[in-house]
């Protein structure tokens, strides 16, 4: 057996568990040694009958009785009775009957599980046996529990990488001997063979440090080296003219705070020198980022370079467009803006490409694949990305490729990342934090809300409306769906647009909608020709309806924090005060997620937050980013995490060759093309 074995090779595994195993990513077994436990159950501690408490427990004892019958509606319950030297106990299976044949009288077993009361007697439900032997699986000991997929439990899982054991103990050492010294850290081999199969707690917890150390310690080398490649690619400096800065900012309708003054600063010293800017702004939902890209733009379509702007949709695209299309107007700038986006008609596509070929059309303002691929780009001095999760060095680099030099790069986002965590992860990258909110903004009031007081915050929403503000509706599902008991967003709005709110004016936008209608409904809504729009979550990020001060979202419980503050952010943009009731989908109480968002409207507290609640695992407030997330690391581990990027940096210095490493320099090759994730 080796990494690459089918994993038909195992026993038990045929090709029917093999599909099951493929749902979950795992062909070989390579794979399936990297597919770590999610969580333990401890049943390492062995009991006599006598001394079994209710809880989870193992005993070691014979089966001296088994029964099987047949109760009430078809249930089978299969009782059993274990007994050693100090007693004996009983044990229950519920619709198992082949429990009764499979157990073997006069045999010592290991039996773990929850020792609890059932129909007024004591009982261990649902045991698992196994013959007494010196390395077990399911009994006695910490067992690892594996995420699951439909006909594919644990304890199959557990089954198969038990047997992967002996290559498992042969796995080749992937960091740096000096680093495994230095840091003393496990080996590899033992290390992955501890965190399936864990002796005791001691082992599994340094199975887990040296793990998660050598996440970090990749993540951060990737990062690092993409900073030191970046430093030696050359840009164009990009000379910063203080009376057109002046000029600009004389014609805002409000004044720029003082985060935004320091932020744009930062950026214009940036953009005067050849080395490529790669600067991320951090900025809460609100906090006013799209003027500093204006300005950053402004000084380059001074000097007649391009700027590229790239949103994550078309909506917010358009939205942009409109938007630097009058912040430029007051200078002579408007007319360089250019939209470019997949709904366009192959003739308007067409005329925008000449304007950008003649050099009339400076400013593209679109989605990335369009820019990226369609345009003629040999002027690009800036790139601007907005809350778009994937544009790493490969797309730098196609860039550099055509304009014959590295653009700079701002990226801007709302995903409120903890400053320890980007100083980890961004290494490679500039950060600069909008800290502080326009003045005058009312905080959001947020309130849970439980469906039986819908009607009440239906009259409370109605005046509001009638005072002339306008309401989002932020479903989880377009249609509704047969498994989850969920509103969606057709559901909704059918109700509300024949019966809750049909003297209102009601809208509807989702995803599957085609380009064209997405854009006249949002239109409308800007326009306040409609009063309440019902969406799903395409108008998570940067929408911008100061008007739209309520907003209500169905299902509250099923979004992640990050994402619901997110949504939050639509609202309590304008003049008034900004209202977000989160809709639960039932009446079970609310979790702490929900309850954090209701006594807390900042961003980064809400990040840190969410991090403690996940753990290891989603790094960010997006699912999409699978290949950066954490398996065992905790990000809030700082001693951790500091100690890796320390030995990244070290490996740099030591002048380090990362070919020598296979397996290293193959997972940083990977992270490399992700890890500017802005
Ligand atoms: P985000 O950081 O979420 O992208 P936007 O750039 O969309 O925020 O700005 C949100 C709103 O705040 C916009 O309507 C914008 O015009 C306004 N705004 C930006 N800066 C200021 C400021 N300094 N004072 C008042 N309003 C501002
Ligand atoms: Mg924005």
Not at 61 to 85: C, F, K, L, Q
Not at 221 to 243: G, M, T, W, Y
Not at 399 to 421: F, N, Y
């Amino acid at each position: 057996m080796t990494l690459t074995s089918p994993l038909t090779d195992l026993k038990g595994v045929g090709e029917a568990v093999a599909k099951k195993f493929a749902v979950l990513g795992i062909t070989s077994v390579g794979q399936l040694i990297d597919y770590f436990p999610r969580r333990y159950e401890d049943y390492s501690r062995l009991l006599t009958t006598a001394q079994v408490e209710p809880g989870p427990v193992t005993v070691q004892a014979t089966i001296t009785s088994v029964t099987g019958r047949y109760v009430r509606r078809g249930m089978h319950i299969t009782e059993a009775v274990a007994t050693d030297a100090s007693g004996s106990i009983r044990l229950l299976w519920f619709n198992q009957p082949y429990r009764a044949t499979a157990l073997k009288s006069n045999q010592a077993y290991y039996i773990s599980g929850n020792y609890e009361l059932s129909h007024q007697r004591f009982a261990i439900q649902n045991p698992s046996l196994e013959l007494v032997s010196d390395f077990t699986v399911n009994t006695a000991r910490i067992i690892p529990v594996y995420k699951e997929t439909k006909g594919l439990t644990s304890r199959q899982i557990r089954a198969a990488v038990a047997q992967t054991l002996p290559v498992l103990q042969k796995l080749p050492e992937t960091l740096p001997l000096w680093l495994v010294a230095e840091q003393q850290v496990v080996s590899y081999a033992q290390a992955v063979a501890a965190i399936h199969f864990p002796e005791s707690s001691a082992q599994l917890e340094q199975a887990q440090r040296r793990l998660g150390f050598e996440e970090v310690f990749q993540l951060t080398l990737a990062a690092l080296l993409n900073k030191q490649a970046n430093d030696h690619e050359v840009s164009v400096a990009v000379p910063f003219v203080a009376d057109l800065a002046k000029q600009f900012v004389s014609h805002l309708p409000f004044t720029l705070t003082d985060a935004q003054r320091q932020v744009i600063w930062q950026i214009y010293q940036d953009m005067q020198r050849t080395e490529p800017m790669n600067r991320l702004v951090e900025g809460d939902v609100g906090s006013g980022k799209t003027v500093v890209a204006a300005m950053a733009a402004l000084m380059a379509l001074a000097e007649d370079w391009q700027v590229a702007l790239m949103a994550p949709t078309e909506l917010l695209a358009r939205q942009h467009a409109d938007t630097l299309h009058k912040l430029l107007q007051p200078l002579g700038y408007a007319d360089r803006v250019s939209l470019l986006v997949g709904s366009m008609t192959t003739k308007q596509k067409v005329a925008a490409r000449a304007a950008i070929a003649a050099g009339a059309a400076q400013f593209l303002i679109g989605t990335q694949a369009l820019i990226q691929d369609s345009v003629d780009v040999h002027r690009l001095a800036l790139v601007v990305i907005d809350e778009q999760h994937r544009f790493g060095v490969d797309q730098r680099k196609a860039l550099q490729a055509k304009a014959g030099h590295m653009p700079h790069v701002l990226s801007l986002t709302a995903t409120p990342i903890p400053r320890s965590l980007a100083l980890t992860l961004y290494g490679e990258l500039d950060v600069s934090i909008l800290g502080v909110k326009p003045a005058g903004r009312k905080p959001i009031i947020t309130k849970i809300v439980s469906p039986n007081s819908r009607a009440d915050l239906y009259q409370t929403i109605d005046q509001e409306l009638a005072s002339g503000r306008q309401l989002f509706v932020v479903c989880p599902l377009i249609t509704d769906s047969e498994t989850l008991n969920l509103n969606s967003a057709e559901k909704v709005y059918q109700q509300m647009s024949h019966t809750d709110f049909k003297h209102r004016r009601v809208g509807l936008l989702h995803g599957k909608m085609k380009p064209a209608d997405k854009t006249a409904v949002m239109a409308q809504f800007v326009a306040h020709e409609l009063d309440i729009l019902v969406a799903t979550t395409v108008i998570e990020v940067g929408v911008d309806v100061p008007n739209a001060s309520i907003m209500l979202i169905e299902g509250a419980e099923r979004f992640g924090l990050a994402q619901a503050h997110q949504l939050r952010g639509r609202v309590g943009r304008g003049q008034d005060q900004g209202y977000c009731y989160l809709m639960l989908s039932d009446s079970k109480p609310p979790g702490r997620r929900l309850r954090a968002l209701e006594s807390s409207n900042d961003g980064f507290r809400l990040a840190e937050l969410d991090l403690e609640l996940r753990g290891p695992g989603a790094i960010y407030g997006r699912a999409q980013h699978g290949q950066l997330d954490l398996r065992i690391a905790k990000l809030t581990d700082v001693k951790l995490i500091a100690s890796a990027r320390q030995a990244a940096q070290k490996f740099i210095d030591n002048g380090e060759d990362l070919l020598h490493y296979k397996q290293l320099a193959h997972t940083v090759h990977k992270l490399r093309a992700v890890t500017n994730l802005n």
